[in-house]
């Protein structure tokens, strides 16, 4: 690894709103300029236990330490991360399903701050069926207005995707990924 500590990156939003998507895209176009990268996808896919509106705090708590475990594995290996969701992401389904847990809620509240860029992915629609997540847009709204009351609660800087220009996403990702990666340049006079 080239760096001393890896840039990580999380999609964070409710489900179904294209954050694999993005994920995907933006990684193939950071590989193509040979940044030395991983991609943390959406651990809940793997979940054994039920997730969604069935979901419970033994799933939850599951899917968190999970994605904490595969992220610190990644940047034990990779110059750059890309994680589909965030540990913050992943309480939010928590705080639905189970209310507020003293004791994973400072693990979130730490590990949000090892994150170097977080963009959020707002809802244009409702969830498509995939065949494993919700569909019903009532709970993609509850996840959604959540994770907004707990990432201003956390005063967390989060680059807001606009919902109006989903096509111009994928764009606006990489333009903030290199403006944090690029080195500070001396002003020339």
């Not at 999380?10 to 193509?32: N, W």
Request: proline share 4%; charged share 25%.
């Amino acid at each position: 690894m080239s760096q001393e500590r890896s840039f990580k990156l999380a999609f964070i939003g409710s489900h179904g709103v294209g954050k694999t998507t993005l994920c995907y895209g933006l990684a193939a176009r950071l590989k193509a300029r040979d940044i030395h990268l991983e991609m943390v996808r959406e651990v809940a896919r793997r979940c054994p236990l039920p997730i969604n509106q069935e979901t419970n705090l033994a799933a939850q708590s599951w899917i968190l330490h999970t994605q904490i475990a595969e992220e610190l594995a990644a940047q034990s290996e990779y110059d750059a991360v890309l994680c589909d969701r965030s540990a913050l992401d992943n309480y939010v389904y928590l705080l639905l399903a189970a209310g507020p847990q003293l004791s994973l809620a400072g693990l979130v509240d730490r590990w949000m701050t090892s994150y170097d860029l977080l963009l959020h992915v707002p809802i244009v629609e409702a969830p498509s069926a995939d065949g494993l997540r919700a569909t019903d847009p009532t709970f993609q709204t509850a996840v959604e207005d959540r994770l907004r009351v707990e990432i201003e609660r956390r005063g967390l800087s989060v680059h807001e995707l606009c919902s109006t220009e989903r096509d111009s996403w994928l764009d606006s990702a990489e333009q903030l990924v290199n403006d944090t990666l690029r080195p500070p340049q001396l002003q020339l006079l």
